[in-house]
């Protein structure tokens, strides 16, 4: 961290869910000190990421908004990922993540739920 400190901007016009993750993604950069980056493009205006230090926030900002112990107890009660997802105020995908990661696969959204193969 800077001198400086941090700041993490959100955008209000996304939906709760989406500024959750963003600034659960965030938080998660600051607590494992990664390093800033003053520059969000390189010169052809492409955007410039670690996808080590990005897959790290990305995980952390999962266990953050749903710790993997309080997903698996989910899973195992079998709650769907849309009734965790809106009980936490987490997107369905984040839910639908964390309940698979917590080793109780759930079904995707493209799945038919009613087949019985």
Do not use: Y
Request: proline share 3%.
């Amino acid at each position: 961290m800077s001198r400086f400190g941090s700041c993490i901007v959100v955008n209000d016009l996304h939906t709760i869910e989406r500024q959750r993750s963003t600034l659960g993604h965030e938080v998660a950069h600051s607590i494992c000190e990664h390093p800033h980056e003053a520059r969000l493009v390189d010169s052809t205006g492409c955007r410039v990421t670690d996808r080590v230090l990005e897959e790290e926030a990305t995980f952390l900002s999962g266990e953050l908004l749903l710790p993997t112990e309080a997903a698996r107890v989910l899973a195992i009660k079998g709650v769907a990922a849309e009734v965790v997802a809106t009980q936490c105020q987490i997107s369905v995908e984040m839910a639908r993540w964390r309940l698979n990661i917590s080793g109780r696969p759930q079904p995707s959204a493209s799945r038919d739920r009613t087949s019985t193969s």
